[in-house]
């Protein structure tokens, strides 16, 4: 088990860009890490994902728009976003998985450990 503490996040006017950290109590570097979003009223869903070889996975709604990515020296995950949309407005979590492979979809109950969550919130 690993403990995963987020910051970053935030309020942010559309087109802005916010990048969120994810530090790891201990390595992650061979685990599949994941980033999810949770808006009020709808189910939490995947954002990207980032396994041990270091590829990638995104959702169709934030491709070419957000990165995730890893300073193994520093056990943290991040997420860059960027031309932050109103609909982007969520409660991020990082999550990392007991496994080194990255479901697709990539899907909550692969995931063991979270982070506590940060607020992203997109003004217009």
């Known amino acids: 088990q690993v403990q995963l503490v987020q910051s970053g996040g935030g309020p942010v006017h559309t087109g802005g860009s916010l990048r969120l950290s994810c530090a790891a109590s201990a390595s992650t570097q061979t685990r599949c890490m994941g980033w999810f979003r949770q808006a009020p009223g709808k189910e939490r869903e995947g954002v990207a994902s980032?396994?041990?070889?270091?590829?990638?996975i995104y959702a169709d709604a934030v491709k070419g728009l957000f990165t995730i990515s890893r300073d193994n020296a520093k056990n943290t995950l991040y997420l860059q976003m960027n031309n932050l949309k109103p609909e982007d407005t969520a409660m991020y979590y990082c999550?990392?998985?007991?496994?080194?492979?990255?479901?697709?979809?990539?899907?909550?109950?692969?995931?063991?450990?979270w982070g506590q969550g940060t607020q992203v919130t997109v003004s217009s």
């Open positions: 999550a990392a998985a007991p496994y080194p492979h990255c479901p697709i979809p990539l899907r909550a109950y692969w995931f063991n450990d």
């Open positions: 980032l396994d041990n070889g270091d590829n990638t």
